[in-house]
């Protein structure tokens, strides 16, 4: 599991040091970022279910573990900025974080985006 997220991330660090917030780059609108995510297709470790409403998506292992992420997604030119947020307290167990960058980048084609840039970037 840790080399699949390596090889997801390269030398990227794309979350915080707790892995309780992720940045990607995503290329393509959000309406397609979320149908994407939505679509049930096999072949993934992960599985989402999204309230648009309250803007989350609630990551799903084959496990049935789950693992719920505040997102938001800005309009740039040419592409999307995802940010994900958990919503669960740090304390919460789960190999969720482990598998969502592979899941990102498989599924979205997502690249993952230097956390500590974003972060002086105050965005």
Partial sequence: MQKRHREATGDT???DPMMRKY???VRMPREEILHTLGEEVGGYEL???IDTDSA???FISAQGDKKRYYYDIEACEGHCILRLEAVAPIG???N???QL???MVEK???EPLPFAQYEKQGK
Avoid: G
């Fill in 13 to 15: 660090v794309n979350y």
């Fill in 23 to 25: 940045i990607y780059k």
């Fill in 47 to 49: 599985s989402c279910e």
């Fill in 56 to 58: 989350v998506i609630c």
């Fill in 92 to 94: 919460s167990k789960s």
């Fill in 96 to 98: 969720i974080p482990c």
């Fill in 101 to 103: 960058n592979p899941f």
């Fill in 108 to 110: 979205l084609h997502a």
